[in-house]
């Protein structure tokens, strides 16, 4: 602990904010500096000291309010955390200060019967907003694959898209998120309504330029989606296949291919383990047959597993995205993974780096929405050989023409496409002039 952070004033100026609780044993204070950054052995080597000062948990956004102009008053690092599972230690404190997670402002403000659109506070999780919306006829575009235990406000600050990405592209494409109430920290913080385009700075900047205590998504009609599964001992066959599916004029929230030896070593919820890669896929009802048609007429074997909301247990969603990682390193914790766009043509570019890696590389693609078009994304399961290794093959991919976005650093900017936003920089200027959140994050920020 840095104690020389918590002195007495600002602790009895903590003390004294109604509606806020402060959680200081130290399990707590352990417990709330980490997120699954464990998934790559890079962050894990910088991230794993890292202890906040002092947890708070405020109930209100008036307690939100308060905590800010204390942590500016006192030049406090404040870091803004969900259920914390980002993967890039984004809600990690690098240097210390108050972590202040926002889990109890989770109220459902407000629900548009016209539009479909929600408005909610950050730290309702996904799962309870997807079962309000499915009560009205809706449900959410995107999801993480942690759509049970993830919070909103998480997603939209630190993740990118997911489950619903195939027909919905990415968090950050205009369209998703229409507005945003924004704390500022400052001497005296504002309470500020952001439209769709001011928001557009606080999407995706991993809470460093703005406290968001609610949000407007837009949402879509609900769908009984069904669970399939393809399976195909063919590789070229069933990338293409995969490629035909996410073309057709079918409706789909999935559609993800596996490599047989994952498949071999996840949990058998797809049904159990027959040698071959296996696409899987949610499709709408009169997508069905044509889903059906598509796999046989390739020669592939087709099996419609049922309604999604039938099943009993984890569903295929929970296969896919960073949920395939997760299952692979519980088999065996030397497995970590990278996230690319695929050059096309795909198999090519593929087949290129499999020759150079063999089976330390095993493919895990989701076909995606980019910039309007059918891409697709791949999230390869890698046998952690050392940063060298990892550098070597990130740069093999680039070669080839991929667009990497790597898990395995800290920064929005290094994350992503590896420029500075300016706009993100602006609004960090505009609303937390004295750089107090989450420092270390935002790399276009100097100060
Ligand atoms: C197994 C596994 C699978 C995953 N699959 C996916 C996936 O499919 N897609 C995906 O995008 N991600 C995925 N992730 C990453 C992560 O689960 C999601 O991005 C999730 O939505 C993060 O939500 P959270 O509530 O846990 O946020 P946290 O991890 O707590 O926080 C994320 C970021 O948001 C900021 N933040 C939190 N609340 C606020 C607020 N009120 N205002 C401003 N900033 C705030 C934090 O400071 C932090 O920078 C996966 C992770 C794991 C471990």
Redesign the pocket.
Known sequence: MNTNLLTKDLLSALGSVSDLKILDMPSDRTKFSR??FD?SPVLRKKLEGCCADLVVRPQTVRAVASVAEICHRHGLPL?????????YG??VPLLDGIVMT?DA?KQIRDFNTVTGEVTVE??CL?GDLDKYLSSKGRQLRL????WR???????????????GSVRWGF?RDPGHLLGVE?ITVEGKPRKLSLDALAAEA?NH????N????ALTLATTSKVNWQEVAIDSADWSLIVNLMQRCSKAAVELHLCSLLESKIVQNIPSWSGSFNGMHRLLLLVSPDGLSTIERLATSAGASFRHLGAEKDLRGSGLREL????T??HMRAMDPEWTYLQMLLPEPELEAMKNIKSQWGDDLLWHLESVRQQGAQRLAALPIVRWRGDELLEQLINQCRDIGAIIFNPHVITVEDGGLGVVDGDQVEAKQRYDPKGIL?PG?LKGWSK
């Open positions: 997120d699954f998934y870091t803004l955390r969900g259920a914390g599972t980002g993967n984004q809600c926002m402002l950050p730290g996904l999801l993480p694959s942690t235990s993830a919070s909103i406000g998480g997603f939209i600050a630190g993740g990118s898209g997911g489950i968090l924004v606080l900047a991993y809470g460093t703005g406290i968001i205590t896919t995205w960073n949920h990682t997760l989450n994050k």
